[in-house]
């Protein structure tokens, strides 16, 4: 089966923008969670979406948003880009708050702010 | 806040012996353990979990062990081989209602199978 889509896969934008990532899950995963990975903050959650409700946010400002569509696509958005901003944004999908079997991450979209 | 931590950036190993990657948490909250394997230019991959009742979980080479009272788990492949080079983090899941899709993780250990 179709694995976690995530576009586009790179992305180069300039300070003050904004940005539109998308993730399509796995088909029949209603789950979807977002993930920044920079070098020195490692991998940090954003926020998590379940049958279009947000029911988790991490501890990132309110530029950072997103969505949740009734196919379970999902998107964030960013605006007033930082340069702080670059970085690998991952989304993963599951079932349901299935931990034992992990979570299923996209290949993520490079953003790169300049 | 470092709630999840792999104190080794790196390791590296010959091929055919164990690899061990460990990890060290703060939070005796934590439901679930997970370890994920990430190569460059790819999402993570999940590899194992373990939940925090248990302290030994195992699938084929790869075993991981969890030692409550040190607060400490480890990631044990045997034996190692070359195609399993790439970073590995450590995850774990907070307790709470509205803590789904959240994984806490830690900052990465690179591992590296010499032929």
């Known amino acids: 089966k179709a694995g976690v889509t995530q576009t586009p896969r790179y992305l180069i934008k300039t300070r003050g923008q904004q940005v539109t990532l998308s993730c399509s899950p796995i088909s029949g995963h209603r789950s979807v969670s977002w993930y920044q990975q920079t070098p020195g903050q490692g991998l940090q959650f954003l926020f998590e979406?379940?049958?279009?409700?947000?029911?988790n946010k991490g501890n990132f400002p309110g530029r950072f948003s997103g969505r949740q569509f009734s196919n379970s696509r999902s998107e964030m958005n960013v605006s007033t880009l930082e340069l702080g901003d670059s970085a690998l944004y991952l989304c993963?999908?599951?079932?349901?708050?299935?931990?034992?079997?992990?979570?299923?991450f996209g290949s993520g979209t490079r953003l790169t702010i300049v | 806040d470092q709630q999840v931590k792999q104190n080794s950036p790196s390791l590296s190993v010959q091929e055919g012996r164990i690899s061990i990657l460990n990890c060290d948490y703060t939070?005796?909250?934590?439901?679930?353990f997970l370890w994920y394997k990430k190569y460059p230019a790819e999402g993570p991959t999940f590899l194992i979990s373990?939940?925090?009742?248990?302290d030994k979980n195992e699938d084929g080479r790869f075993t991981v062990f969890l030692n409550k009272s040190a607060k400490h788990l480890s990631l044990h492949i045997v034996p190692s081989q070359p195609g399993d080079s790439a970073v590995y983090f450590c995850a774990a899941t907070p307790p709470g209602e509205n803590q789904g899709g959240k994984l806490i993780f830690g900052q990465g250990t690179e591992l590296s199978v010499k032929p």
């Open positions: 939070n005796s909250m934590f439901d679930y």
């Open positions: 373990i939940s925090s009742i248990k």
């Open positions: 993963a999908s599951s079932l349901n708050l299935d931990p034992p079997r992990g979570y299923t």
């Open positions: 979406y379940f049958s279009e409700t947000q029911r």
